[in-house]
């Protein structure tokens, strides 16, 4: 069975630019979750799609954005990028949502210069 | 107050013993409880979930959950070097979770 699918695994950008970050889940799996994890700060929320629908979002500022097409397949899009993006942004999978269990995947490593 | 609380160490134990993780949740509401591993560099991986007051063995892990006392536990037994990473705990709710800022451990040789 395989597991969570992130593309690409590392990405360097410069400021003012545009990233878009892909995960695809567990067959079958409904739920993509987004995270932002950077030294000290731990897993930040970013948001949940469920079915094509952003059903939960965490308080990152609009420049973050997301998407999830039929397949469960869900991007995520940041634009503008800001130093202070650098970070592993991880997705996970989950059957039905949050508050199930959730499988992430590898990661993609952001570095913004 | 922290949704989540864990101690973030490092806790240091040396191989062969006990390792034991605590983690304390402040939403009376949470239903699931899970454990995850991550090693440095690394993604969280998923390797306890428990739902029920009591305990919960896989292999040399028992998570332990204390509803009343809004506590999760997770212990290592016959701890090895491989183990050493951070622990994350997460407390989920419907359509909600909440995840710790993780125990960093270190198993010394």
């Known amino acids: 069975k395989a597991g969570v699918t992130q593309t690409p695994r590392y990405l360097i950008k410069t400021r003012g630019q545009q990233v878009t970050l892909s995960c695809s889940p567990i067959?079958?799996?409904?739920?993509v979750s987004w995270y932002q994890q950077t030294p000290g700060q731990g897993l930040q929320f970013l948001f949940e799609?469920?079915?094509?629908?952003?059903?939960n979002k965490g308080n990152f500022p609009g420049r973050f954005s997301g998407r999830q097409f039929s397949n469960s397949r869900s991007e995520m899009n940041v634009s503008t990028l800001e130093l202070g993006d650098s970070a592993l942004y991880l997705c996970?999978?989950?059957?039905?949502?949050?508050?199930?269990?959730?499988?992430f995947g590898q990661g993609t490593r952001l570095t913004v210069v | 107050q922290k949704e989540v609380e864990q101690n973030s160490g490092p806790l240091s134990v040396p191989e062969g013993a006990i390792a034991s993780l605590n983690c304390t949740y402040s939403?009376?509401?949470?239903?699931?409880f899970f454990w995850y591993r991550q090693y440095s560099g690394k993604s969280p991986e998923l390797i306890m979930s428990?739902?029920?007051?009591g305990d919960k063995e896989d292999g040399r892990f028992t998570a332990q959950l204390n509803k009343a006392s809004q506590y999760v536990s997770l212990l290592i037994r016959d701890s090895q070097p491989s183990d050493s990473a951070t622990y994350l705990c997460?407390?989920?709710?419907?359509?909600?979770?909440?995840f710790g800022t993780g125990t960093k451990l270190q198993v010394i040789p």
């Open positions: 996970a999978s989950s059957l039905v949502g949050q508050g199930t269990e959730a499988f």
């Open positions: 067959s079958g799996h409904r739920s």
């Open positions: 799609y469920f079915s094509e629908t952003q059903r």
């Open positions: 939403d009376r509401v949470s239903q699931s």
């Open positions: 428990i739902y029920s007051n």
């Open positions: 997460a407390a989920g709710g419907y359509q909600k979770v909440t």
